[in-house]
């Protein structure tokens, strides 16, 4: 697996904004995130939103989103447009709903699809929210405390299994 690229946002610019325009919290990239258990990522606008929270961290596909930029021919998008923390090459991220799993020593659960929204027709291409349907990326909860970074990671399954990607 290869994480890709990380982001971060001090607020929600759609989260909680139906019926209202988007709000303007910039998507900052960075090397690496902080993950606290049971909190979320340290900088990140859903850390302490709510206790338990299924959605501490994200996670999107690279390769869902090469085909999204290839199908809505987006030249200059990155896939920070879709506004999830960590975007991960070489793994089926469906796989891991209802998984507890470690990537860099980080143990997380996969929670629930990351399903996709309208406002994605605003933010990435009018048409995206019905492509992504099914491949809109993983919420995950932290379990234990660390740093996750860009570069090469292991995904190692608590209860090992063959799974795809």
């Known amino acids: ?13 759609y989260f909680g904004n ?3 325009p988007p709000d303007d919290y910039t998507l900052v990239e960075v090397p690496r995130i902080q993950c606290v258990a049971g909190h979320g990522i340290r900088g990140d606008r859903f850390y302490d939103y ?11 596909s690279f390769e869902v989103f090469e085909k999204l930029a290839r199908h809505f021919d987006l030249k200059n998008e990155s896939a920070g447009a879709l506004r999830r923390n960590v975007i991960v090459s070489g793994v089926d991220l469906n ?4 998984e507890e799993f470690s990537i860099q020593g980080v143990r997380l659960r996969g929670t629930a699809h990351c399903k996709p929204c309208y406002w994605l027709d ?3 291409a009018p048409g995206a929210e019905k492509f992504l349907e ?4 993983l919420r995950a909860q932290i379990l234990s405390d660390g ?5 090469d990671a292991q995904l190692v399954l608590a209860e ?3 799974i795809e990607g």
């Open 1 to 13: 697996m290869l994480i890709r690229q990380i982001f971060i946002s001090p607020g929600h610019n």
């Open 18 to 20: 139906h019926g209202k």
């Open 50 to 60: 709510r206790e338990d929270y299924k959605g501490q961290i994200t996670f999107f």
């Open 95 to 98: 796989e891991l709903i209802g």
């Open 122 to 124: 605003q933010a990435v």
């Open 134 to 137: 099914g491949n809109g990326g």
């Open 147 to 151: 740093v996750i970074a860009v570069g």
């Open 160 to 162: 090992p299994r063959l």
